[in-house]
């Protein structure tokens, strides 16, 4: 599976969108993006996820580059609750699931 | 109870104890999942089961040893830990083997004396 880089630390104030970047240029045609973020001192939590198109839920919006190179998580109206550390993970859609460091997202008041 | 379940939450036990993780999933997924989260590091994926069979053992060492004796339950059996295992031990669930929607559980806190 491919690898990705995101910054370790963002901060964001309350009530704005939260942009979370990931790299992941080394990603293969068949490879999904999946975000996840986990709360302190609770289990991961799946947000979204997409293969080329971008995508939109109840809590957030994926856009993925045209060359799939890289991709952003936003979260339109960022609240206090949002604060955790968020996940890019690309995946084939096997089981060997790699987390790695996440962006520790600081939404403030 | 909805979602994944795991007991006990916190766990505290001595290298020589015997002890298990009990997790439970009530969303009538078919793959389960044991991950450990140590201290400043990314989770780590440990074991994989769908539809009751291991499908995965992540290098892991043999005194954690898992069980699933049914879709809905699953158990790590615990015995001659060392300190360096304590760690937050999540399990997750999905409707097939792969990440695509991992549930999680709340975890369990294990400290090893």
């Known amino acids: 599976d491919a690898k990705t880089t995101q910054p370790p630390s963002m901060d964001c104030a309350e009530g704005r969108a939260a942009n979370l970047p990931c790299n992941h240029s080394t990603i293969s045609g068949n490879e999904y993006v999946y975000w996840y973020r986990q709360i302190h001192s609770q289990g991961p939590q799946y947000i979204i996820h997409?293969?080329?198109n971008n995508e939109t839920n109840e809590m957030a919006s994926l856009i993925i580059t045209e060359d799939r190179k890289s991709s952003t998580l936003i979260l339109p109206h960022a609240t206090l609750r949002d604060t955790a550390v968020y996940y890019c993970?690309?995946?084939?859609?096997?089981?060997?699931?790699?987390f790695g460091a996440g962006t520790r997202l600081f939404v403030k008041a | 109870e909805t979602g994944v379940t795991q007991t006990p939450r916190h766990l505290v036990m001595g290298m020589t104890n015997k002890k298990s993780l009990k997790c439970e999933q009530h969303?009538?997924?078919?793959?389960m999942y044991w991950y450990k989260q140590s201290a400043k590091k990314p989770l780590e994926l440990m074991f994989v089961y769908s539809l009751e069979e291991r499908v995965e053992n992540n290098s892991v060492p043999s005194r954690f040893s898992p069980e699933c004796p049914n879709s809905s339950h699953l158990f790590l059996h615990l015995h001659t830990l060392q300190p360096e295992d304590s760690a937050l031990y999540l399990c997750?669930?999905?409707?097939?083997?792969?990440?695509?929607?991992?549930?999680f559980g709340p975890g369990t806190r294990l400290t090893v004396t």
């Open positions: 997750a669930s999905s409707q097939a083997t792969g990440i695509y929607e991992q549930y």
């Open positions: 969303l009538g997924h078919n793959a």
């Open positions: 997409g293969l080329k």
């Open positions: 993970i690309v995946n084939t859609g096997g089981f060997k699931t790699i």
